[in-house]
């Protein structure tokens, strides 16, 4: 395809953005015609600086593209212009898509059926296990889950919808074929295996930190809707939420623990309007269409948010003196909605050790 080797080439210019690509192909037409334009045509465009205009003309080398895309080849490294049907219609729809979006693994038209799911790199096991469960869950109802593989809540969306049998995107601030943390190596590997990576960098360039705000509207963009489970009030995952709420999708949000630093965003999140989420239900009823739950554990109470968070401790079995120290509260107020959860059969209580009911 002609386009693909000037669309590759224009993109991957230091200083072209995505806003000043497009801008560049409205006036000059084609990526072809800027690659072919004179350094005074390319002055007179007023999109671009001087600065960048001699970046455009001092890097017009055919045969270093060529060379690239042998390169992406050998990699098995799609790649997919925003000018295609095949790019995601949902990514193709937010203000300033990237021109080009790298793939290893294929992009699916049943991934537009998406829900971002992001959160604290150093997360509690409460966040951990909650983003396991709501990520596992949602696969199973024929979602894809779409994160960024960082630490914490990131890893723990991937893992669940893995675990789900499902399939989950990672969204890289970095080349595709460089796996970032290193730590999750292994956890790229298992995602490969039934869902893709994707980034709108070139191969190799590296994780600098400003790569990841545009990285976070790729996140978003990618989905019908974001959730976060547990961000500190600097979180760069409410970056994620603040495009979504650009991009005019829904976000949702996690209630948690009023004590915990980790909770601070995401209650902030609920309280200016984003929707709370105790169980699966609570994201399945916004989404278009028809979705049937087949969620294991799928809640059949509507719980508050002291219920939602001793529910989500209990997987494993808590007492009441671990309850204490996990959520935070007084003892008085755990005994209370303890014996209430008990009479409403959410929970129950063997030699002093508190199980979960709720079962498919």
Same mark, same amino acid.
């Given at each position: 395809?002609?386009?693909?080797?000037?669309? +590759?080439?224009?993109?991957?210019?230091?200083?072209?953005?995505?806003?000043?690509?497009?801008n560049?192909i409205d006036?000059?037409?084609?990526a072809?015609?800027?690659f072919?334009?004179?350094?005074?045509?390319l002055?007179?465009c007023?999109v671009?600086?001087?600065e960048?205009v001699?970046?455009?003309?001092?890097?017009?080398?055919?045969?270093?593209?060529?060379?690239?895309?042998?390169?992406v080849?050998?990699n098995?490294v799609? +790649?997919?212009l925003?000018s295609?049907?095949?790019?995601?219609?949902?990514?193709?729809?937010?203000y300033?898509p990237?021109?080009i979006?790298?793939s290893l693994?294929?992009?699916?038209?049943?991934?537009n059926?998406?829900?971002?799911i992001v959160?604290s790199?150093?997360?509690t096991e409460?966040?951990?296990k909650?983003?396991?469960?709501?990520?596992?869950?949602?696969?199973?109802?024929?979602?894809?889950?779409?994160?960024g593989?960082?630490?914490?809540?990131?890893?723990?969306?991937?893992?669940?919808a893995i675990k789900?049998?499902g399939?989950?995107i990672?969204?890289?601030?970095?080349g595709?074929?460089n796996?970032q943390p290193?730590?999750n190596t292994n956890?790229?590997r298992?995602?490969?295996?039934?869902?893709?990576? +994707?980034?709108?960098?070139?191969l190799?360039?590296k994780?600098?930190?400003g790569n990841f705000?545009?990285?976070?509207?790729i996140?978003?963009?990618?989905?019908?809707g974001t959730?976060?489970?547990e961000?500190?009030?600097?979180?760069?995952?409410?970056?994620?939420a603040d495009f979504?709420?650009?991009q005019?999708r829904?976000v949702?949000?996690?209630?948690?623990n009023?004590s915990s630093?980790?909770?601070?965003?995401?209650?902030?999140?609920i309280?200016?309007?984003?929707?709370?989420?105790?169980?699966?239900?609570?994201?399945?009823y916004?989404?278009p269409?028809n979705y049937?739950?087949?969620?294991a554990n799928a809640m059949q109470f509507?719980?508050n948010k002291?219920?939602a968070?001793?529910t989500?401790?209990?997987?494993n079995?808590?007492s009441?003196?671990d309850?204490v120290?996990?959520?935070g509260m007084?003892?008085?107020?755990?005994?209370s909605?303890v014996?209430?959860?008990?009479l409403?059969?959410?929970?129950k209580?063997?030699n002093?050790?508190?199980?979960c009911e709720?079962t498919?």
């Amino acid at each position: 395809m002609r386009d693909l080797k000037y669309w +590759v080439w224009l993109s991957s210019l230091p200083g072209i953005g995505s806003r000043k690509f497009y801008n560049l192909i409205d006036h000059f037409e084609t990526a072809e015609n800027v690659f072919n334009s004179t350094t005074e045509e390319l002055k007179r465009c007023g999109v671009i600086n001087n600065e960048t205009v001699n970046v455009v003309v001092n890097n017009r080398s055919i045969e270093k593209i060529d060379k690239y895309l042998i390169k992406v080849k050998d990699n098995d490294v799609n +790649v997919y212009l925003s000018s295609q049907e095949e790019y995601p219609s949902n990514l193709k729809n937010i203000y300033d898509p990237p021109p080009i979006l790298y793939s290893l693994g294929d992009l699916k038209p049943e991934d537009n059926e998406a829900i971002a799911i992001v959160g604290s790199r150093k997360a509690t096991e409460y966040g951990l296990k909650t983003a396991e469960k709501l990520a596992s869950e949602l696969v199973q109802n024929g979602l894809t889950v779409v994160s960024g593989m960082a630490l914490g809540i990131d890893a723990a969306a991937h893992k669940g919808a893995i675990k789900g049998g499902g399939r989950t995107i990672a969204v890289f601030g970095c080349g595709v074929t460089n796996p970032q943390p290193r730590s999750n190596t292994n956890l790229y590997r298992e995602i490969l295996k039934s869902g893709a990576v +994707v980034s709108e960098y070139p191969l190799g360039i590296k994780p600098i930190p400003g790569n990841f705000p545009a990285r976070n509207r790729i996140i978003s963009g990618l989905s019908l809707g974001t959730l976060v489970v547990e961000a500190s009030i600097k979180s760069g995952s409410l970056i994620t939420a603040d495009f979504a709420l650009e991009q005019g999708r829904d976000v949702y949000a996690v209630p948690g623990n009023i004590s915990s630093p980790n909770s601070i965003g995401t209650n902030n999140l609920i309280k200016n309007g984003a929707k709370l989420v105790n169980c699966i239900e609570d994201i399945l009823y916004e989404l278009p269409g028809n979705y049937s739950v087949k969620a294991a554990n799928a809640m059949q109470f509507e719980l508050n948010k002291v219920e939602a968070l001793i529910t989500a401790l209990l997987e494993n079995g808590k007492s009441i003196d671990d309850l204490v120290i996990e959520t935070g509260m007084e003892i008085n107020e755990i005994l209370s909605n303890v014996a209430i959860m008990e009479l409403k059969g959410i929970i129950k209580s063997i030699n002093g050790i508190y199980y979960c009911e709720l079962t498919t």
